[in-house]
């Protein structure tokens, strides 16, 4: 039975399977990206939701595992040496359990980076734009009601970084290609949000990114993600 003591987080959420790997999340677009990865990988997982509602995230024993206070952070208890690791932020999960497994990544170590590179752009690029966008368009229009600026830029920045995966989702069938990567796991929740979650489909002009929209609707057909995307369930 693996020791997770060393885990204030484990206090508060105890696992049931100390033995396999403990998701701290929530179905948003940052939390699913792990989920999602997790049912494509077939690794056994046990998902703790963290409430927003009640600042779960804000909360000693969460911040013992993540200092920045946010979802998703994952507790492996077969890290490397065998020995248990805890890991947040959402593009290090997602390269950690690729290179955990060998899978979600090309083998060859250009395709490896070029991977990474795409996983980047979306976190540092897609994620913070369509966030502060969905901010200004959805949780925060009132406070902006007399200054559409906030929203315009970062609407149009977000509509720019549509137009790079329009251009790279020309004649491929997923970022990488032919292989479905973390690149497309770590992205296609933000686009999907934007819409679900911001109702922003007109106003980012979806229709305008046909390659993005097709592969958009490919990566949410994929059954890991159809299960994933739900995962962990909403505190009631
Ligand atoms: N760069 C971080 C961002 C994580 C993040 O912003 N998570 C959001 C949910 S999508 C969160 O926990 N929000 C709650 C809060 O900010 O208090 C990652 O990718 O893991």
Not at 19 to 36: E, F
Not at 67 to 94: H, T, V
Not at 181 to 189: E, H, L, N, Q, Y
């Amino acid at each position: 039975m693996a020791d997770l003591s060393a885990f204030p987080i484990t206090t508060r959420w105890p696992a049931a399977n100390p033995n396999i790997i403990q998701l701290y999340s929530l179905p948003t677009p940052n939390g699913v990206k792990i989920s999602i990865a997790l049912e494509e990988l077939g690794l056994a997982y046990e998902p703790h939701p963290i409430s927003f509602s009640t600042n779960d995230q804000k909360s000693p024993e969460f911040v013992s595992l993540n200092p920045n206070g946010r979802i998703p952070a994952i507790i492996d208890p077969n890290g490397p040496d065998g020995k248990p690791i805890g890991i947040f932020e959402s593009g290090a999960i997602l390269l950690y359990l690729a290179e955990k497994t060998g899978k979600l990544i090309p083998t060859d170590a250009a395709g490896r980076y070029e991977t990474i590179q795409w996983v980047f752009f979306q976190m540092a690029g897609v994620g913070p734009m369509f966030g502060q966008f969905g901010h200004f368009y959805k949780f925060a229009a009132d406070k902006v009601a007399n200054n559409s600026y906030p929203m315009e830029r970062y609407r149009d920045e977000s509509k720019r970084l549509l137009s790079v995966l329009e251009g790279r989702l020309q004649d491929r069938q997923w970022i990488m290609g032919d292989l479905y990567t973390i690149a497309d796991i770590a992205t296609f929740p933000w686009l999907r949000g934007a819409d679900v979650f911001y109702g922003g489909r007109e106003v980012l002009d979806y229709k305008s990114f046909p390659a993005v929209m097709a592969w958009l609707e490919r990566c949410i057909a994929r059954p890991a993600s159809e299960k994933g995307l739900n995962i962990p369930q909403r505190p009631a």
